[in-house]
T-cell receptor, first 110, second 110 residues
Framework: GESVGLHLPTLSVQEGDNSIINCAYSNSASDYFIWYKQESGKGPQFIIDIRSNMDKRQGQRVTVLLNKTVKHLSLQIAATQPGDSAVYFCAHTGYSTLTFGKGTMLLVSP | SQTIHQWPATLVQPVGSPLSLECTVEGTSNPNLYWYRQAAGRGLQLLFYSVGIGQISSEVPQNLSASRPQDRQFILSSKKLLLSDSGFYLC?????????FGPGTRLTVT
């Protein structure tokens, strides 16, 4: 079956650094990917998505890169701020459901 | 704009007691609806999803059940709670593709 996983469970960065969170997937038929941010005690918040016909998509301070050849997805956060501290999940959507990765905790120190 | 509500926000229940968690969505019609459970420090486990009134798909066999009595209402229930039912319960809605999460209910079974 398909799976979506993360390489690093915890990422610690300094404020102002750029952060990169990685995700691997196994289903080559995956065609839509989403990154979520979850702060402690809250529900996941949609950050950015990308379809398989794209390699890169940019938002405000965030960029998602998709490498279909190696089935790898990454989220880049520019100029990381303390407010970016959270758990980040990648997810792949099929017809009606989402498959979530295990999550990476991003810790930003001032 | 669309909003999603969950209540209660927190709940402490004894083992063997019943459960009813409610989720409602405003500002959209015929959404896909989802119930997830998240254990502390873990990822999201899909419990149930619904693509329409009275249509429920169960992803994990357990002592929980779900119902969708109205288009924008999704209810998670149990007749007898187990200790292992403790967790953070999240409801989500989707127009198709990305999902948007509610604030969650923290359930502690004692």
């Amino acid at each position: 079956g398909e799976s979506v996983g993360l390489h690093l469970p915890t990422l610690s960065v300094q404020e102002g650094d750029n952060s990169i969170i990685n995700c691997a997937y196994s289903n080559s038929a995956s065609d839509y990917f989403i990154w979520y941010k979850q702060e402690s005690g809250k529900g996941p918040q949609f950050i950015i998505d990308i379809r398989s016909n794209m390699d890169k998509r940019q938002g405000q301070r965030v960029t998602v890169l998709l490498n279909k050849t190696v089935k790898h997805l990454s989220l880049q956060i520019a100029a990381t701020q303390p407010g970016d501290s959270a758990v980040y999940f990648c997810a792949h959507t099929g017809y009606s459901t989402l498959t979530f990765g295990k999550g990476t905790m991003l810790l930003v120190s001032p | 704009s669309q909003t999603i509500h969950q209540w209660p926000a927190t709940l402490v229940q004894p083992v063997g007691s019943p459960l009813s968690l409610e989720c409602t969505v405003e500002g959209t019609s015929n959404p896909n609806l989802y119930w997830y459970r998240q254990a502390a420090g873990r990822g999201l486990q899909l419990l149930f999803y619904s693509v329409g009134i009275g249509q429920i798909s169960s992803e994990v066999p357990q002592n929980l059940s779900a119902s969708r009595p109205q288009d924008r209402q999704f209810i998670l229930s149990s007749k007898k709670l187990l200790l292992s039912d403790s967790g953070f319960y999240l409801c989500a809605w989707s127009p198709g593709g990305e999902q948007y999460f509610g604030p969650g209910t923290r359930l502690t079974v004692t």
